[in-house]
């Protein structure tokens, strides 16, 4: 009868467990595709001169200034992301928008990518890294980094220090 009871437990315990496991999985799976092509519109508060690190492999970034002390993001992502990671850190936002890598050059040619306005205080310290982006940067007060490997760059009205490779 112990046998019975235990493996009456184990198939009444387990199966339900295995199902909860392999929804789960599911919907993550979908959470990470869910993003390309979808709209953005996002915001948070963060203090009047934040550190702003952004990785954004394909598209085009338009960052600009206001007087708040918040980071919002809006726009579109591209065809390509598989994953938008905005968030908090501390004094240091991030904005990283992760992309398929299918081809030899770690992109799909030809497929659009993101098309974004990112609003920042401009007293923030600026880090940007791209792969395949255009940059248009304007009245940032503090340090502007930007690392681009293909794209145009254009910063207006830049303060304090500006690197660019």
Do not use: C
Not at 84 to 89: H, K
């Amino acid at each position: 009868m112990n046998i019975n009871t235990k493996s009456t437990f184990l198939h009444t315990f387990m199966a339900p467990l295995g199902a909860k496991v392999l929804l789960t999985t599911a919907l993550l799976s979908i959470a990470t595709t869910a993003f390309a092509g979808e709209k953005v519109d996002k915001t948070i508060d963060t203090s009047s001169s934040p550190k702003v690190d952004i990785e954004h492999i394909n598209g085009k970034a338009d960052i600009r200034v206001w007087d708040k002390s918040q980071v919002r993001v809006t726009g579109e992502l591209g065809d390509q992301t598989e994953e938008f990671i905005f968030e908090r850190r501390g004094d240091v936002v991030v904005i990283h928008v992760e992309v398929e890598r299918h081809s030899k050059s770690g992109l799909n040619k030809g497929k659009d990518g993101d098309d974004l306005v990112i609003y920042i205080p401009s007293a923030s310290d600026l880090h940007y890294t791209a792969v395949n982006a255009d940059l248009i940067a304007e009245g940032i007060t503090k340090a502007v980094d930007v690392e681009a490997v293909n794209g145009d760059v254009t910063l207006k009205n830049i303060g304090e220090r500006v690197e660019v490779e």
